[in-house]
């Protein structure tokens, strides 16, 4: 069946650990199918999916990119954690440059790297979480080990490709 295909930027361990144990506290149950991630692209056409795994292969042969996390936005009906890598985001450049012409407008629009820890909750829940975790934040290095391709079929993804950063 085909399906549209997202593209994520994968975590380290223990930052994964940490981002997706506060998913599962903070995100309801019923909807949390999905694992932490940083998206890239939302939907990309299933037709570029042997063209898509060659450039992630590419994009991920040189070192992995630094990042940190800058901050928290609130969502609406979430909150995510706001992400800094120009690395990233050159690697994310380079891979819309190369499928323009296939990018729905969202993945067309500035992108603006975060990790979602909570959404589809009351504005106020949003608020009270948002509160809550400006009070211990701090910038700190964010590890970003590869990047990611998923199937979306209307539930949890499902994996098309993994490539790790070299080095």
């Known amino acids: ?21 506060l998913r599962r506290a903070h995100y309801p149950p019923e909807r949390n199918q999905v694992p932490a991630h940083i998206t890239l692209f939302r939907h990309l056409p299933p037709g ?20 940190r996390l800058c901050g928290l936005r609130r969502l609406g009906q979430g909150v995510a954690f706001q992400i800094e890598s120009d690395e990233l985001e050159a690697i994310r450049d380079r891979l819309a440059d190369h499928f323009t012409g296939l990018l729905i407008p969202q993945d067309q629009a500035p992108w603006r790297p975060h990790i979602t820890v909570q959404n589809k909750v009351t504005p106020g829940e949003a608020k009270a979480l948002l509160t809550a975790l400006q009070t211990g934040f701090a910038l ?9 391709s998923w199937w979306y079929r209307g539930g949890p993804w499902e994996k098309l490709s ?3 950063f070299k080095g």
């Open 1 to 21: 069946m085909q399906a549209p295909i997202i593209v994520t930027a994968m975590l380290g361990a223990s930052d994964f650990a940490w981002a997706e144990g």
């Open 162 to 164: 993994e490539h790790k």
């Open 140 to 148: 700190r290095p964010l590890q970003i080990v590869g990047l990611a």
């Open 48 to 67: 570029i999916a042997e063209e898509l795994r060659d450039q992630l292969k590419v994009e991920t042969r040189a070192s992995a990119p630094s990042a």
